[in-house]
């Protein structure tokens, strides 16, 4: 946490997409760096999972070297059900491991580990202070161009079209909403709520995103301007705001 180094027994989580996790309640003399923030952490088993996010000071694997990674700290209450390894301290996380190609060598206890092109990328954090859901697939419209046909007759040509050269066909595509508002984030102070219904972010339709691309987005630069049209009951709402990192590292 400082500028001490601490040996630390922790899991290895492929389906955790933070960094890292630490257990304060089992780590002696923690001290939660500032600034941090409360957040809605995740999904576990036994149901929703709340406590802090702060960035520490460095993170060492072997001789790989983190700078200021994003940290997530659950509360003593969605953790007071988990049988944990003894003496384990927290997870390393899919933000870590992505930077890796990894081998698990089970047999003899062994992990290699490889640089990637992502082991440089910076720890970004979700700025926008909205959680995201997959509310499942509808059938939606699309209205496709078809190419005219053409045919030479007698040195003539002759156009044939099909309902105007354009014709309709129906797909399924995902349907997103708004899980959760961080608050005092930039999205809280502009006016989103929660089952806010998404349809539109920066001028492109949410139906032809993912999860992943809308999530990357609010990670993507602090004053970054974000423009989201909701649906919210019968009221189609236009909101603005910009990317704010709530948790800048300090000394």
Known sequence: ?????????????????????????????????????????GYGFNGDIYGKRSRIHNFYLGDFKFEKPLTAMPDEYSIQHVNLVKDRKGSIGGEIMRRFSAIFDYANNKLYLKKNRNFDDPFHFNMSGLDFKQDGLEWQEDRVKIDTKTTAVAGKVNEFYKEDSFQYKFSLKPIFSIAGVRKDSPAYKAGLKKDDRIININGNKTSEMTLETILELMKSSEGRSITIIVQRKEDKLTFRFNLEDPIPYQE
Request: aromatic letters at 12%; glycine letters at 2%.
């Open 1 to 41: 946490m400082t500028n001490d180094k601490k040996n630390s027994k922790l899991l290895i989580d492929l389906g955790n997409s933070d960094a890292i996790w630490l257990f304060p309640t089992l780590i002696k003399d923690f001290v939660y760096n500032r600034p941090n923030i409360d957040d809605f952490l």
